[in-house]
Nanobody, 124 residues
Framework: QLQLVESGGGLVQPGGSLRLSCAAS????????VGWFRQAPGKERELVSC????????DYEDSVKGRFTISRDNVKNTVYLQMNSLKPEDTAIYYC?????????????????WGQGTQVTVSS
């Protein structure tokens, strides 16, 4: 059974950077499409970015394009989200997820494994 554990969240000032990590265990991650999602208080969970199983295809939510970069290291069984130029509206719990059914998907409904989330707070 695949298990995902996020890390790297925290409190950062506007304009700052954070790097989130999603470490997988229990299975080989390169069989799975992976995505990063976020959920702010009172809002629905939304896609931040998604990456194909070998890393060749990526996509981003419009508001993070040019600021966030998703990547993966299948040798380390880990997916990353580099977040630069952070804004207060990026404040949310960030989750990584993996899809056993699709090598690449950006739909929240097609992910069947989820991490516990890591809090990102952007505030001065």
């Amino acid at each position: 059974q695949l298990q995902l554990v996020e890390s790297g969240g925290g409190l950062v000032q506007p304009g700052g950077s954070l790097r989130l990590s999603c470490a997988a265990s229990g299975s080989i991650l390169d069989f799975y499409g992976v995505g990063w999602f976020r959920q702010a208080p009172g809002k629905e969970r939304e896609l931040v970015s998604c990456i194909s199983n070998r890393g060749g295809v990526t996509d981003y939510e419009d508001s993070v394009k040019g600021r966030f970069t998703i990547s993966r290291d299948n040798v380390k069984n880990t997916v990353y989200l580099q977040m630069n130029s952070l804004k207060p509206e990026d404040t949310a719990i960030y989750y990584c997820a993996a899809s056993s059914r699709y090598y690449y998907t950006c739909s929240v409904y097609e992910y069947d494994f989820w991490g516990q989330g890591t809090q990102v707070t952007v505030s001065s």
